[in-house]
DNA sequence: TCCAAATATGGGAACATTCCCGCAAATTGG
DNA sequence: CCAATTTGCGGGAATGTTCCCATATTTGGA
């Protein structure tokens, strides 16, 4: 399939010049004549020569690649999130390969593999749902492969990670509720094997201590992030005799659906249910009605994340700090509450 | 900073093998004893040993890696094309590289380097709106190197595509509208250096014709899709001394802002003016009114531009032919109609 | 004018792997 | 029981590049 590639041996021979020479040329050495350089430059141009990043990766031990793992596309998130890594990371030289693991333990096991193979010089994660067991996130710290989590991190690995402030945004969010008059707010929390879950959920119960509303295990419902769920949960809050009159959502997919199941019952939104979500994604404002959430610098956090990750890489060995960078959220009010 | 990698020699030492030996237990070749199959797959497990594919794809001039070039992430369209095409892609043991070009030429440009420095046996393209110069994809063509384009696609490269049937989604929409009692419909296109732009533009005449409905060349406006120039152009539209009843946009999110002016400025949509869109964004179902609009396959778009590359890949250079696949769309009705 | 230093270039190892070729030992068949 | 085949393994080239060391040429100062 492959005809042949133009190598630095091809323009070496038709200038009569050595490998070495043509190599010095092209990667801007000092020590080679200036009418070498210029007929190599021009040579190279005319047969539009691209230099082997596998060669070159082979032999300084560099791909000049970073490696992320994203456990969704769904939301707005992680693609903002890419974003931001992504601006920072060229700008460094460096490319990205993107593997999206689809909130299986097993895929993300599957993209480290992947990342391996590939030797990136690093990698950004944010696991998945089910992720308990790190394994496999733990063999590039032996083998001295940076990696920084961001969004979804692990807590038993001692590596920088980037991150918001979950228990304060949700706090406020649930502040918030309690300040329009709530006093029977429901969770709708995420699984506990997440952080951010266990974060928000405990923002959350402070809220309501501070505010002495009394705590209701029976409002607070831990789920799976699988959306088509929430139906069931949203009318299992409202069929109870003493139904909540808000509900805190863990993300806003989830608040998103939430309205969309109380709508579908006639209530209205907030007058007989408020909701709030978190996160602020791209369509959270334009929904009918518009959502009151928690929002994230979500680009920033790719941005923090890929330079955290970029001064690890050009660090020496051992010459670095787990730092963890909290970055702040934003309560957006809107007609939802 | 990277420590000594484990190759095939260390394994081949420890076990009083040559690397060739090892290399045929790993790769799964016969004529190799079960027992020092075994054996080495033993101590490659023990030592963690991941195969370097930069080597590999070095000497075999494959790297199983396609490449992926879209314009943006900011609508839900590109992402959801890119998990398709990343499903069908890993099923077939390829990764993906995935560059954005942020629909600046410049920038669609550098990311070719980057996927032919990369050596990617193929790649998937949906160019930029800039986009009217395309050497630097016909590049590819003349080494040999598969490129599928989908969605924005370059009129003037004979290789295979994958679009929707644009001209029959306008033409239904607009037809949708008329049967409505509609009589003056505006349309916001896209760029005409986009064939998408221009075939939805054909599909809104054409439907017009059909209906013996007027042509007015001053309801069409094309703009660069920066969103926020929407509010211009429909601002101008309303203070028309004869404004449109209804306005047709090239995609969801100007369909959305669209939207969103009309009602600042106290109109009711679809009282006042019907709006429809195209693509069915995520969102689309979510905002008030529910947006009418036209579906694409997005899934199934990703998925078919793969599995064409991968094909391609796959056989003899030469043996091709430059399919254009061309997809159905779904009008989908909603409230803003 | 001559030697040292700077400049310019070449040669070859190294990177980790595959794959072809060759050779020995083991197995088979008549 | 011996030739023929199969099985199992090793050696070494090749992939495209960088980088170190060596060598040749030019330059400059005394």
């Not at 990136?120 to 940076?146: A, C, M, W, Y």
């Not at 809050?237 to 659906?257: K, Q, R, S, W, Y």
Request: a positive charge; one cysteine or more; aromatic letters at 6%.
């Amino acid at each position: 399939m492959k005809r042949h590639q133009v190598t630095i041996i091809d323009i070496a021979k038709e200038l009569n010049l050595s490998k070495s020479t043509v190599s010095r040329a092209l990667t801007g050495h000092k020590s080679v004549k200036p009418d070498t350089r210029q007929a190599v430059l021009e040579l190279a141009e005319k047969l539009d020569y691209q230099r082997n990043m596998l060669a070159i990766s082979l032999i300084t031990k560099k791909t000049n690649t970073i490696g992320i793992i994203v456990p969704e596309f769904h939301s707005s998130y992680f693609p903002k999130a890419i974003i931001g890594a992504q601006e920072v990371a060229s700008k460094a030289g460096y490319s990205t390969v993107i593997c999206q693991s689809d909130e299986t333990y097993e895929t993300e096991v599957a993209n480290t593999r992947v990342m391996l193979a590939n030797q990136v010089d690093g990698i950004l994660v944010s696991i998945t749902k089910e992720t308990k067991n790190f394994d496999h996130l733990k063999i590039f710290q032996r083998k001295g492969i940076p990696i920084v989590f961001f969004n979804r991190v692990c807590d038993e690995m001692d590596v920088p990670k980037v991150i918001v402030d979950d228990y304060d945004g949700s706090f406020r969010a649930v502040s918030h509720l309690i300040e329009r008059g709530r006093k029977r707010i429901a969770h709708l929390a995420g699984p506990y094997s997440l952080k951010i879950s266990e974060k928000r959920l405990n923002g959350y119960k402070a809220a309501l201590r501070k505010h002495n509303v009394a705590f209701d295990e029976d409002l607070v419902i831990s789920y799976d992030l699988n959306i088509d769920k929430v139906k069931i949960y949203v009318n299992h809050l409202l069929n109870m005799e003493n139904p909540p009159d808000a509900i805190f959502a863990v993300n806003d997919p989830t608040a998103i659906e939430t309205i969309q199941v109380i709508k579908k019952r006639g209530l209205r939104v907030p007058e007989d249910i408020a909701v709030v979500g978190f996160s602020n994604d791209f369509v959270s404002g334009l929904i009918d009605p518009a959502l009151t959430t928690v929002a994230q610098p979500v680009k920033e956090i790719g941005q923090a994340a890929a330079q955290l990750l970029i001064d690890q890489i050009n660090r020496e060995v051992g010459d670095w700090k787990a730092i963890i960078r909290v970055l702040k959220t934003e309560l957006i009010i809107r007609k939802s509450s």
